[in-house]
């Protein structure tokens, strides 16, 4: 069964920089398939943050545009969220996530301080 596999995450001062990945394990995604990260802040609801398709195709909410870069590389379907000039509201559990098959992460703390 494919799982997906977060790790990056961590601790920052704001203005700094962080890059998460995401990669499958137990096999590959094949088709025309959709990745992304989402993310949520304690007590708040789950966002979408940035999205990649098979093709190259990038989506970003507006919070994060011209802030994060979402890319994908490697045998192993792998998503990087290159995420620059942080800010404390940044902070929270980052999900990868990958339409097909629903699949989501286990989720990855990221806590910007001021």
């Known amino acids: 069964q494919v799982q997906l596999v977060e790790s990056g995450g961590g601790s920052v001062q704001a203005g700094g920089s962080l890059t998460l990945s995401c990669a499958t394990s137990?096999?590959?995604?094949?088709?025309?398939?959709?990745m992304g990260w989402y993310r949520q802040a304690p007590g708040k609801q789950r966002e979408l943050v940035a999205t990649i398709t098979g093709s190259g195709s990038t989506d970003y909410a507006d919070s994060v545009k011209g802030l994060f870069t979402i890319s994908s590389g490697g045998a192993k379907n792998t998503v990087y969220l290159q995420m620059n000039s942080l800010k404390p509201e940044d902070t929270a559990v980052y999900y990868c996530?990958?339409?097909?098959?629903?699949?989501w992460g286990q989720g990855t703390q990221v806590t910007v301080s001021s």
């Open positions: 137990g096999g590959t995604i094949i088709g025309r398939y959709v």
């Open positions: 996530y990958c339409n097909v098959g629903a699949l």
